[in-house]
């Protein structure tokens, strides 16, 4: 049976992505509680499906505001055996969920750094003076908001539903428009297909130019780059990771004979998987 690893406990917007998948794809599954396995980090989802004790791992991997999600990034390019097997876009709308009455009794505030980050404003201005605390999921604090009246958490409105704790002030994000991408990674590596492709690589030699023959290889063949992103390497300052997303599909010819010569002018090149963004 289908195993799906997200990043939980349950109410986060990992698991929202999770059931969109299984809505999408495996309608026949949506209701079955037992398909859904909650990891408490990023790495420990993504492990499980690498291992094989899930078939599927639901990862966010990029915000509108804030960017990439470096935990995400790491562990791809570390996985042997995963590939991108789709992508998930949600919309994201904070809710300050407290059991406090007005806002001066909250204390603490308890979220994932996404979570604090995309409501920094808001918390500027709103709770100044309260302790942010960053925690691996924005549901890991709901425990605490349920036991003491001065803590508050920022989660989903679904995740204070499922915790049957209320919600003080919604929506709280910073920009009305906050979008998150979440990946779908399976050891399934038949699945090459979409209109999107990534792939990761680090350069031979920090050298002038060493970036510019790889984005030649995509700019020859008039393949749109849609994301650049690059990472440490974690082997020495100053040596990066980089992470392109390609409007192309790999099955294509012309996409076959860009990574051909991608492997000539990079050191090591990781195909992360060709899928569709739903
Ligand atoms: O902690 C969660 O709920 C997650 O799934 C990570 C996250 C946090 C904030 C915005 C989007 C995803």
């Known amino acids: 049976m289908t195993k799906i690893a997200y990043l939980g406990p349950a109410g986060t917007y990992s698991e929202m992505a999770a059931l969109r998948y299984l809505q999408l794809s ?5 209701h079955d509680p037992s398909i859904m396995c909650p990891y408490p980090t990023i790495p420990q989802a993504i492990n499980a499906a690498e291992n094989g004790n899930v078939e599927i791992a639901i990862v966010p991997v990029e915000n509108s505001i804030q960017g990439g999600v470096t935990m995400t990034l790491d562990s791809l390019w570390q996985s042997e055996a995963l590939q991108i097997q789709q992508a998930i ?4 709308a904070h809710a300050l969920i407290t059991r406090a009455a007005i806002l001066t009794d909250i204390k603490t505030v308890y979220s994932h750094p996404q979570g604090l980050a995309q409501c920094q404003l808001w918390l500027d201005c709103h709770l100044p003076t309260v302790q942010q605390i960053a925690t691996d999921s924005t549901t890991d604090g709901l425990q605490r908001v ?8 920022i989660a989903s409105q679904r995740a204070a539903e499922l915790y049957n704790l209320p919600i003080l002030q919604f929506p ?4 009305p428009d906050n979008f998150t991408r979440f990946l779908v990674l399976g050891r399934n590596t038949s699945h090459r297909q979409g209109t ?3 792939l990761a690589f680090s350069l031979k030699r920090n050298m ?8 030649l290889v995509f700019a020859d063949r008039h393949i749109n780059l849609s994301r650049i992103e690059s990472r440490p390497t974690k082997r020495s300052l100053g040596e990066y990771i980089f992470f392109i997303d390609i409007e192309a599909a790999l099955p294509d010819a012309n996409c076959c004979e860009a990574l051909e010569e991608l492997k000539t002018v990079t050191e090591n090149l990781k195909i992360l998987g060709s899928y569709a963004i739903t």
């Open 26 to 30: 495996h309608p026949d599954l949506e």
């Open 89 to 92: 876009v949600l919309p994201i």
């Open 146 to 153: 349920a036991e003491d009246g001065t803590s508050a958490a």
């Open 172 to 175: 709280i994000n910073d920009q």
């Open 196 to 198: 999107h492709s990534s």
């Open 208 to 215: 002038p130019g060493a970036l510019v023959k790889p984005l």
